[in-house]
């Protein structure tokens, strides 16, 4: 986010307050990054549609550079929801599964949900093949995806740095 809009001194990250685990680690991480680059970290919470509409209201609002939205499944059922509310509130936006960005998002940079269920099965044959599930390795994710949209970019009047297109696994006209 931070080379797509570096003159921003503020950036948001959007999470559900409901998952107190992955949103207590998701905060720690987006701080310890935006403090890295010298700027201002506002952390805005929603767990309902209206929450949603609300928070990027407030956004809005305080002129903030961008937000990345938090890895959530309600984030993720409300996906086409996230993408509209960032287009109409002009607002560049982080997620982290590509199909937010194939839905019209800015960007994401996470998991390959392919990848992961390449890797169940994979752990399927080998439980078929005999092998005991309990003997069996707990698994990571192993292959993250950078994905850029440029007609979302351009929409949003954004010039995307060539080092970020270089970078990026996927980039959708």
Known sequence: MHE??????ALALLVNPGNITQTEAQ?????AAVHRFGLR???LNAS???????????LAERRVGGVVVGGDPFFTSQRDRLVGLAARHKLPAVYNLRQFVATGGLMSYGTSIA???RQAGVYCGQ???????SDLPVM???????VINVKVAK???LTIPPSLLARADEVIE
């Open 48 to 58: 309902t549609t209206s929450e949603l509409d609300q928070a990027f209201a407030t």
């Open 155 to 157: 929409a949003l009047g």
């Open 127 to 133: 439980i078929l093949n005999g092998a005991k599930p």
């Open 4 to 9: 797509l809009v570096p003159a921003a001194t």
């Open 140 to 146: 990571l994710p192993t292959k993250f995806e950078l």
């Open 115 to 117: 990848d992961v269920y």
């Open 27 to 31: 905060t720690e991480l987006t701080e």
């Open 41 to 43: 970290l506002q952390v």
